[in-house]
């Protein structure tokens, strides 16, 4: 059998990113920015490491993004207890924008899943859980 799902899902992926792009940079915004933002609103304030390992994505890449997210006034980073974790949170400014935010992905996301029926959305998001729970056993 010849194997091609993680393409398919990396494919769609690059597609909702692409899309999701589109439509937040009018916003002052990209996906990658968005994730962090959302991450911080659903957990709190979190440090670099929690959000890089929360993100799967690199530290200096989630430094980066941090950097100009703390230039356009979205972030937020201050010293936590251990002077070598420092905390990032959302700003005031970010947390007015964040309803916004999230209208454009949950919109962008109705128009994905359109068509898909609800027992289908059940099957496919258990099917994620248990492939990303297998890629983590992987070590």
């Not at 994905?112 to 492939?131: G, S």
């Amino acid at each position: 059998m010849n194997y091609i799902y993680g393409h398919k899902i990396n494919q769609a992926a690059r597609k909702f990113t692409k899309k999701l792009n589109e439509k937040l940079s009018t916003q002052g915004l990209y996906s990658s920015q968005w994730g962090i933002i959302w991450c911080l609103h659903q957990r709190g304030s979190l440090t670099q490491v929690d959000i890089s390992n929360y993100l799967n994505v690199e530290a200096p890449t989630i430094t980066r993004s941090l950097t100009r997210l703390e230039e356009l006034g979205w972030v937020i980073r201050e010293e936590g207890e251990d002077k070598r974790a420092r905390k990032v949170s959302l700003t005031p400014q970010a947390k007015e924008m964040l309803a916004t935010w999230q209208k454009t992905s949950d919109d962008l996301e109705i128009i994905a899943l359109q068509n898909i029926k609800e027992e289908d959305l059940i099957v496919f998001d258990r099917v994620l859980q248990q492939m990303m729970k297998n890629l983590d056993s992987l070590s």
